[in-house]
């Protein structure tokens, strides 16, 4: 028995089961709509938002007037 082939069955006999890839895929799902889901609704309230929008924005913010130059 060479050691290439005694890696191999190692390898072969810690393989994943299915159910563990089942909730690997799983978590990823969860944790990928975690962190687009936001990033997807941001833009799709800047897509269909009124168009008031943005100037309700500029006249609540209280940002000081910019200094010249």
């Given amino acids: ?8 069955r190692r390898a072969r006999s ?6 563990r890839d089942n909730s690997v895929a799983l978590i990823l799902v969860v944790m990928m ?3 687009f889901g936001p990033v997807i609704g941001m833009h ?3 897509a269909f938002a009124p168009s008031s929008l943005p100037s309700t ?10 200094p010249p130059g």
């Avoid at 028995?1 to 191999?8: H, K, P, R, W, Y």
């Avoid at 810690?14 to 159910?19: C, D, K, Q, T, V």
């Avoid at 924005?57 to 910019?66: D, V």
Wanted: hydrophobic share 55%.
């Fill in 1 to 8: 028995m060479t050691f290439q082939t005694l890696a191999f």
């Fill in 14 to 19: 810690r393989a994943a089961s299915p159910s």
């Fill in 33 to 35: 709509t975690l962190v």
């Fill in 44 to 46: 799709l309230v800047a």
């Fill in 57 to 66: 924005l500029m006249t609540r913010s209280t940002g000081g007037a910019l």
